[in-house]
C-alpha cells in the first residue's frame, strides 16, 4: 500500500511539473506517466498472484473466501450426512417393502431369486396355482399383511387387479407330422378384477375363457396392481412421514416355451403427498429448524458465489490491462497460455459447486415440506457439489510447500494419465466384448446379458 501512494504521489507531481514547464517536456511527462502506470500494473499482478495470508500481510485485506469456504465445508458436509441418513430410511423402505410384496404375492417364494428372475415354475398345475394365489392375496391383503397398505387406483383411476396375457394368434399350432406354423402376430388380452368380483363366495371368475391358457401359444402373463403405504419410521427421527404408491407387476414369462415359466416381480415406489394427515409432537418444530439450517446454507453459498464472481470479474479487468498494456509497450500478443493465468480454474469449481448446492438445497426443502418427492436428484446435486467443495480445499494446500510439489506433479502427469487411460480402455474394451462372447454364455451373470438380447 505505501508503495502505491508513492507511485500516485509521482504521478500528481509530474502532472504539475508538466503544467509549469510546458510543452517542451511533453515527452518526458508521457515516459514518467507510463512508468507510473507500468509500476501500477506491475503491484496489482503481484497482489492478485499472492495468497490470502500474503494479501494480508500486505493490505490487511481480510481473507473472506477462505473463511466462507471452511465454513461452507462444515455446513455442506453436515447438510448432506443429515440428508443420507434420511435418504437411507427411504432406501430401506422401499427395499422391505418390495420383499415382503415377493412373500405375500408369489406362491413357494423362497427369499432368494433365482437369477435375475423371482421363481420359476415346471407344470401347468403349478402356473394355474401361482396366477390364482396372487390373485387370491390381492383380495385378503388387508387380513394377512403386517404393513399399513391400502388399494390404490390404477391408471384408469379405478381399484382393482389388471391381468393381461400375450399369446401368439389361434392359428398357431404343432401339427402331427413334426411341422410348426407360426403366426408371429401377438394378441393381448386383459380383465380387471375388482374387489367385488373378487368377493364373491363363488368366485365365477376363476372359471371364465380368460383363464383357459393355451400354453402351447401363451407368451407371458402379466398381473398388475398399485397399492399405498405410509412410513412411519420417519416420525421416531421426527420428521414428516412419507406416502407411497406401489406399482407391482408380476410377470409369468413363457416366452421360451423351454418347459420352464420364469417369474418376474417389480414394484415401483412412488412417493406422493399424505392427505389428510395429523401428527401431533415435535414433527413440525423439527422440520422448521431443518428448514432454517438450510436457508442458512443457500445464504453462505450465495456469499461465496458473489465473492468468487467478483474474484472473476476483477481478474478479467486486471488481464485486459496487462494484454493493453503488453501490446503497446512490446507490440506483441500474450500467449494463450498466459492468458488463462488470469482465470482460476477453481474459482469456477467454486461457483459450480455453490449453484449445485443452492439448487439441492432449495429441492431438500421442497422435499422435507413434502411437496416435491424427488429424492435422487437432489442427492445427486447435493453429493456432487460437496464433492466439489472438498476438491475445493486442494487449492488452499498448494500454498504449502510440500503440497504444492504434489499438486504440481499432478497436473503436469494428468494429460499424460489421460492419454493412458484411453490406450487401457481400448483394450479392455476390447477384452471385454471377447470375453463375453466366448465365456457369457457359461457365466450366470453374463448370461443376463444373453437373455436380454
Same mark, same amino acid.
Given at each position: 500500500m505505501?508503495?502505491?501512494?508513492?507511485?500516485?504521489?509521482?504521478?500528481?507531481?509530474?502532472?504539475?511539473?508538466?503544467?509549469?514547464?510546458?510543452?517542451?517536456?511533453?515527452?518526458?511527462?508521457?515516459?514518467?506517466?507510463?512508468?507510473?502506470?507500468?509500476?501500477?500494473?506491475?503491484e496489482?499482478?503481484?497482489?492478485?498472484?499472492?495468497?490470502?495470508?500474503?494479501k494480508?500481510r500486505?493490505?490487511?485485506?481480510?481473507?473472506?473466501?477462505?473463511?466462507?469456504?471452511?465454513? #461452507?465445508?462444515?455446513?455442506?458436509?453436515?447438510?448432506l450426512?443429515?440428508?443420507?441418513?434420511?435418504?437411507?430410511?427411504?432406501?430401506?423402505?422401499k427395499?422391505?417393502n418390495?420383499?415382503?410384496?415377493?412373500?405375500?404375492?408369489?406362491?413357494?417364494?423362497s427369499?432368494?431369486?433365482?437369477?435375475?428372475?423371482s421363481?420359476?415354475?415346471y407344470?401347468?398345475?403349478?402356473?394355474?396355482?401361482?396366477?390364482?394365489?396372487?390373485?387370491?392375496q390381492y383380495?385378503?391383503?388387508?387380513n394377512?399383511?403386517?404393513?399399513?397398505l391400502?388399494y390404490?387406483?390404477n391408471?384408469?383411476n379405478?381399484?382393482?387387479?389388471?391381468?393381461?396375457?400375450?399369446?401368439?394368434?389361434?392359428?398357431?399350432?404343432?401339427?402331427?407330422?413334426?411341422?410348426?406354423?407360426?403366426?408371429?402376430?401377438?394378441?393381448?388380452?386383459?380383465?380387471?378384477?375388482?374387489?367385488?368380483t373378487?368377493?364373491?363366495s363363488?368366485?365365477?371368475?376363476k @372359471?371364465?375363457?380368460?383363464?383357459?391358457?393355451?400354453?402351447?401359444?401363451?407368451?407371458?402373463?402379466?398381473?398388475?396392481?398399485?397399492?399405498?403405504?405410509?412410513?412411519?419410521?420417519?416420525i421416531?427421527?421426527?420428521?414428516?412421514p412419507?406416502?407411497?404408491?406401489?406399482?407391482?407387476?408380476?410377470? =409369468?414369462?413363457? #416366452?421360451?416355451?423351454?418347459?420352464?415359466?420364469?417369474?418376474?416381480?417389480?414394484?415401483?415406489?412412488?412417493?406422493?403427498?399424505?392427505?389428510?394427515?395429523?401428527?401431533s409432537?415435535?414433527?413440525?418444530?423439527?422440520? @422448521?429448524?431443518?428448514?432454517v439450517?438450510?436457508?442458512f446454507?443457500?445464504?453462505?453459498?450465495?456469499?461465496s458465489?458473489v465473492?468468487c464472481t467478483r474474484?472473476?470479474v476483477?481478474a478479467?479487468?486486471?488481464?485486459k490491462?496487462?494484454?493493453?498494456?503488453?501490446?503497446?509497450?512490446?507490440?506483441?500478443?500474450?500467449?494463450?497460455?498466459?492468458?488463462?493465468?488470469?482465470?482460476?480454474?477453481? =474459482?469456477?469449481?467454486?461457483?459450480?459447486s455453490?449453484?449445485?448446492?443452492?439448487?439441492?438445497?432449495?429441492?431438500?426443502m421442497?422435499?422435507?415440506?413434502?411437496?416435491?418427492?424427488?429424492?435422487?436428484?437432489?442427492s445427486?446435486?447435493?453429493?456432487?457439489s460437496?464433492?466439489?467443495?472438498?476438491?475445493?480445499?486442494?487449492?488452499?494446500?498448494?500454498? =504449502?510447500?510440500?503440497?504444492n510439489?504434489?499438486?504440481?506433479?499432478?497436473?503436469?502427469?494428468?494429460?499424460?494419465?489421460?492419454?493412458?487411460?484411453?490406450?487401457?480402455?481400448?483394450?479392455?474394451?476390447?477384452?471385454?466384448?471377447?470375453?463375453?462372447?466366448?465365456?457369457g454364455?457359461?457365466?450366470?451373470?453374463?448370461a443376463?446379458?444373453?437373455?436380454?438380447e
Amino acid at each position: 500500500m505505501p508503495g502505491r501512494v508513492e507511485s500516485l504521489d509521482l504521478r500528481v507531481r509530474s502532472r504539475a511539473l508538466g503544467r509549469s514547464w510546458g510543452p517542451r517536456h511533453g515527452n518526458t511527462m508521457a515516459q514518467l506517466d507510463s512508468e507510473v502506470k507500468e509500476e501500477c500494473l506491475r503491484e496489482d499482478l503481484k497482489f492478485y498472484f499472492m495468497n490470502p495470508c500474503e494479501k494480508y500481510r500486505a493490505r490487511h485485506q481480510i481473507p473472506w473466501k477462505l473463511g466462507l469456504q471452511i465454513l #461452507k465445508i462444515l455446513m455442506v458436509t453436515t447438510q448432506l450426512v443429515r440428508f443420507g441418513l434420511g435418504n437411507q430410511l427411504v432406501v430401506a423402505f422401499k427395499e422391505d417393502n418390495t420383499v415382503a410384496f415377493k412373500h405375500l404375492f408369489l406362491k413357494d417364494y423362497s427369499g432368494t431369486d433365482e437369477d435375475d428372475y423371482s421363481c420359476s415354475i415346471y407344470t401347468q398345475e403349478d402356473a394355474y396355482e401361482s396366477i390364482f394365489f396372487a390373485i387370491s392375496q390381492y383380495h385378503r391383503l388387508k387380513n394377512i399383511s403386517l404393513a399399513t397398505l391400502d388399494y390404490g387406483e390404477n391408471e384408469d383411476n379405478r381399484i382393482g387387479l389388471k391381468v393381461c396375457k400375450q399369446h401368439y394368434k389361434r392359428e398357431t399350432r404343432l401339427s402331427s407330422n413334426e411341422t410348426l406354423n407360426i403366426d408371429s402376430d401377438i394378441e393381448i388380452d386383459c380383465v380387471l378384477l375388482d374387489l367385488p368380483t373378487l368377493s364373491e363366495s363363488s368366485q365365477a371368475w376363476k @372359471q371364465s375363457a380368460f383363464f383357459r391358457l393355451e400354453f402351447y401359444r401363451l407368451l407371458q402373463v402379466e398381473i398388475s396392481f398399485h397399492l399405498k403405504g405410509i412410513d412411519l419410521q420417519t416420525i421416531h427421527s421426527r420428521e414428516l412421514p412419507d406416502c407411497y404408491v406401489f406399482q407391482n407387476t408380476i410377470i =409369468f414369462d413363457n #416366452k421360451a416355451h423351454s418347459g420352464k415359466i420364469k417369474i418376474y416381480f417389480d414394484s415401483k415406489a412412488n412417493i406422493e403427498e399424505c392427505r389428510a394427515l395429523n401428527i401431533s409432537g415435535s414433527t413440525q418444530k423439527n422440520t @422448521q429448524y431443518v428448514l432454517v439450517f438450510d436457508a442458512f446454507v443457500i445464504l453462505i453459498c450465495l456469499a461465496s458465489l458473489v465473492l468468487c464472481t467478483r474474484s472473476i470479474v476483477l481478474a478479467l479487468r486486471l488481464r485486459k490491462r496487462f494484454l493493453d498494456f503488453f501490446l503497446e509497450k512490446y507490440n506483441r500478443r500474450v500467449c494463450d497460455t498466459g492468458r488463462w493465468e488470469f482465470v482460476s480454474g477453481w =474459482f469456477v469449481l467454486v461457483i459450480i459447486s455453490d449453484l449445485m448446492t443452492i439448487v439441492g438445497s432449495i429441492l431438500k426443502m421442497e422435499i422435507k415440506a413434502k411437496t416435491l418427492t424427488n429424492y435422487d436428484l437432489c442427492s445427486i446435486l447435493l453429493g456432487t457439489s460437496t464433492l466439489f467443495v472438498w476438491v475445493g480445499v486442494i487449492r488452499y494446500l498448494g500454498y =504449502f510447500q510440500a503440497y504444492n510439489v504434489l499438486i504440481l506433479t499432478m497436473q503436469a502427469s494428468l494429460p499424460k494419465v489421460l492419454r493412458f487411460c484411453a490406450c487401457a480402455g481400448m483394450i479392455y474394451l476390447g477384452y471385454t466384448f471377447c470375453g463375453w462372447i466366448v465365456l457369457g454364455p457359461y457365466h450366470e451373470k453374463s448370461a443376463v446379458l444373453h437373455h436380454v438380447e
